[in-house]
Structures are given as C-alpha cells and as structure tokens.
C-alpha cells in the first residue's frame, strides 16, 4: 500500500520554523517581515485563496498589507500601487493574485515587481537565477514539491524524474529544481506521444496538467513517488462536487509515496509562499543568500541526523 505523504502536517511545521524566524528578525533588527497582497475585482476563488494567505501570515507574525481593488482598476493603476509597494520598507514581498482580469497583461504587471519581493518567484529575474543555479526567490509550489520529495528520498542523483506539465509556474521551475539534484528529468505535457508508456519509466513522478485523473494506475510503475499538484473540481454522478488531483488516486496502491488531493501541495504552497516572505526580508537585511532548495536539504540533513 502507498504512503500517504500529507503535505498538511509538513507545511505546519515549515510555518513553525517561519514563525521562530520571524522572531529572531524582530530580536536581531528590530523587523516584522511583511507581505503585501493585491486582488483585483471579485473572483470568489481568488478571495478564499487570498483570506487564507493572510489568515496564515498573521498567525506565524508576518505583517500583512491586503489591496482589493474594484474589478474596474486600470492597468496603470495597479502598476502605481506596485511601485509604491517596491519602494515601501515595511513590505518586503509582493503577491499580486491570478488570474487578473483579461483585460491586464499579467506579464508586464509581474514583471514590475522589485525581484527582491518578488515571493512568487515568477520574475524573469529570478527565474533566470533559478535556471544558473543561483540564490533568489523560487516559486513556492515547486520549492513546496521538492519540500515532500526530501521527506521520502535520501540520494536524488540518477533517479528518473517524469514532470507532466510544463508551466512557468510548476513544470519547468520544477524540472530546474529536480536537475539540481541530479535527477534524470522528462519534462511532458498532455499532448505528448506515448505518455503513459513515459510515465511508466519515472522513479518520481510530479504531475500538474489540469486534468482530472489524467494518471492512471498502470501508469506508475511500482515503488514510484508521486506528487500530485492537479487541483480540479468535478461532479460526481450523485450531483455532487469534489476536489479530485490530475492523479487517480484510488489506482495508485502499488506506488511507493502518492500526495492526496487536497492536503498534499496545496498547503506547502502556502507555507512556501510564508517562508519566500521571510527569506525576502532577510536578504533584505544581508542574510539568507542560499538558495531555498538548499535550506530544504540542509532539513533534512538535520533531521537524518537527530
């Protein structure tokens, strides 16, 4: 039977260590890391998303700046609020939430986010440090991926990794961050031949495609370590909806590790975001320059050895 590797508890345990964080840059500089959050019109998903970022900032000591802006907000305006966001010392990470209005051009509003509090990650800048291998900001969903993947293997180095999906925000940066650990990586998408067969090669498996139970059981070979990012809404044939992962769940027995959906990514990536939040301010204040993926290590290292 697969373990089951709850993100949950883990994320809890990354907010303790972001709360004692937050203490000791209050002790040593006199600082409450801030994080300023910015949600344009009225998206019920993204509201929920954003009350819980803020809910959790709050609880672990983080100072939170919440801007809701009317769905009317023009580009210029939300790029105004940006620069006095970037110029602003009490906040030292940015998050605007997506998706915006179609009208906005995500991209450039991104893209106008000092790298420095840039705690999603998404900045050219800090994806190119990501890609050379060097210290900045990474996105908080694959840095929360590879968070669970320490948890359950000890030496990464020739193991094949098979990524489904290649986005900016998961699949690329999460094949960049398993390259650095010397895996072999695959990185695919739904339109690619011969999937399943692929698949079937991988030691680790993370999959974020968007699409429901797209990996079936005998997909996986036995023993493998799934992480499963997919958050999608289905309806069952009784009416009802459910939150079902781009993994078939219920098939995937023979594997070694499988994350749930929900409790698996999606709390990390919170928890990640926080951590992001408090690295920013510490970098700020000339410390933090190792990467995040190298902290994790450096964890679980100090776990093996307790």
């Known amino acids: 039977m697969a373990r089951v590797l709850r ?5 809890a345990d990354l907010c303790r260590t972001v709360a004692e964080g937050v203490l000791q840059m209050q002790g040593e500089h006199g600082v409450t890391p801030g994080l300023a959050v910015v949600l ?11 009350a819980r970022k803020m ?9 939170s700046f919440e801007h809701r802006l009317p769905e009317d907000t ?16 009490a906040v030292h990470g940015i998050l605007v939430q997506l998706p915006l209005p179609s009208r906005f051009r995500a991209d450039k509003v991104l893209n106008a986010i000092d790298p420095a509090k840039d705690v999603d990650g998404f900045h050219p800048v800090n994806v190119g440090r990501l890609s050379v291998g060097a210290a900045g900001l990474i996105p908080c969903t694959p840095l ?3 968070m669970l993947l320490d948890e359950v293997i000890q030496h990464f180095r020739g193991l094949k990794a098979v990524v489904i999906g290649k986005s900016n925000i998961v699949g690329k940066p999460v094949a960049l961050l398993l390259l650095e650990r010397e895996c072999t990586v695959e990185v695919t998408h739904i339109h690619t031949r011969n999937l399943p067969e692929i698949v079937r090669t991988a030691d680790i498996v993370v999959v974020a495609a968007g699409s429901p139970r797209l990996v079936r059981g005998d997909w996986v070979k036995p023993g493998a370590v799934v992480i499963d990012v997919g958050i999608n809404r289905i309806t069952a044939p009784d009416g009802r909806s459910r939150i ?6 219920d098939e995937m027995g023979h594997a070694g590790v499988v994350t749930p959906v929900p409790g698996g990514v999606g709390p990390m990536t919170v928890a990640c975001l926080l951590s992001n939040t408090l690295r920013a301010a510490q970098m700020a204040h000339g410390e933090g320059e ?16 307790d």
């Open 7 to 11: 993100g949950d508890l883990l994320a």
């Open 40 to 50: 344009v019109g009225q998206d019920p998903a993204s509201q929920v998303y954003v």
């Open 55 to 63: 809910a959790k900032a709050t609880e672990i000591g983080i100072r």
């Open 74 to 89: 023009q580009e210029g305006q939300l790029l105004e609020l940006i620069i006095q966001l970037n110029a602003d010392p």
């Open 144 to 146: 929360g991926c590879l």
């Open 244 to 249: 079902v992962g781009d993994v078939a769940a």
């Open 290 to 305: 190792c990467r995040q993926d190298e902290l994790s290590s450096r964890r679980r290292s100090k776990v093996a050895a």
